[in-house]
């Protein structure tokens, strides 16, 4: 074994010159001390805040590698957000208490429910992909996937009391539209119809709009289509064009059976 040649083709393929996964691991302690601190009572604010910042400039140094981008003056209107952001997530986490009849308090919701942990580091991520700051946002949503197994995009735009019951395999897409009081269950995927990097500028994933229900395992897509206010979308529902207001979409599943061979 020529160890040496190893090394040297090894080198000669690291073609990324910015693939720093410093910059992971720091988003990840980022968006852990950031929630502690909205969330926590034995968090201080004030003290974390200052700590906060210095460590959202370091990743402003590890993402920012166009200089003329103003990374560094994104975090006085990022801490500026936040309390309206904890104003929705308190919202969000009324919202499944009322909705859930398994819930026994609003402490297990903060503390317990996957589907608001999801909610909260996509409404956090959302205000920097808001502000264009590159891939921190991303990896914000997807450290939050890997651990409740909602993948919701930090580009999506979702409104007031937002409920996603069990959580597990919930897919909301980039340009993913969502009014006020929806509730989803597990499974659910917001998506677009094909995928073609020429359409990365155009809305690519549906709008639901205000008062929605949609059952477990429903696929909904394409950037055309608008759920209507009030309607229900039952589970494994497949919806490629747009449901009238008050509506109620169902599957029909086809049974077949099986009739055992005559021995006659």
């Known amino acids: 074994m020529d160890k040496e040649k190893i090394i040297e083709e090894l080198n000669r393929h690291k073609k990324q010159p910015y693939l720093d996964y410093r910059?992971?691991?720091?988003?990840e302690a980022f968006t852990n001390l950031l929630f502690y601190t909205l969330f926590d009572v034995n968090t201080q604010v004030a003290e974390n805040l200052d700590i906060l910042e210095t460590k959202?400039?370091?990743?402003?140094?590890?993402?920012?590698?166009?200089?003329e981008k103003p990374c560094a003056k994104?975090?006085?209107?990022?801490?500026?957000?936040?309390?309206?952001?904890?104003?929705?997530?308190?919202?969000d986490a009324e919202a499944i208490l009322d909705c859930d009849p398994a819930s026994l308090s609003i402490q297990e919701i903060y503390m317990a429910y996957p589907?608001?942990?999801?909610?909260?580091?996509?409404r956090l991520a959302h205000e920097l992909y808001v502000h264009g700051f590159p891939l921190v946002p991303r990896l914000m949503t997807e450290y939050a996937h890997r651990q409740t197994g909602?993948?919701?995009n930090p580009g999506a735009t979702i409104g007031k009391s937002f409920f996603i019951d069990h959580a597990t395999g919930v897919v909301i897409g980039e340009t993913a539209i969502i009014h006020d009081h929806v509730k989803i269950y597990q499974g659910v995927t917001?998506?677009?119809?094909?995928?073609?990097?020429n359409l990365q500028k155009t809305k690519r994933h549906?709008?639901?709009?205000?008062n929605v229900t949609i059952y477990a395992n429903a696929t909904i897509l394409g950037g055309d289509t608008v759920i209507g206010e009030n309607s229900v979308i039952g589970g494994?529902?497949?919806?490629?064009a747009s449901v009238p207001p008050n509506s109620t979409v169902f599957h029909t599943p086809e049974i077949k059976i099986k009739t055992a061979p005559s021995n006659v």
């Open 23 to 27: 910059l992971k691991e720091e988003t």
């Open 56 to 67: 959202f400039s370091r990743l402003t140094d590890l993402a920012c590698w166009e200089l």
């Open 74 to 91: 994104v975090w006085e209107n990022y801490i500026s957000g936040l309390p309206g952001i904890l104003e929705k997530l308190n919202l």
């Open 115 to 122: 589907g608001f942990y999801a909610i909260a580091i996509y």
């Open 150 to 152: 909602v993948d919701i």
């Open 190 to 197: 917001l998506g677009a119809l094909y995928v073609a990097k």
């Open 206 to 210: 549906p709008t639901i709009m205000s």
């Open 236 to 240: 494994n529902a497949w919806i490629t």
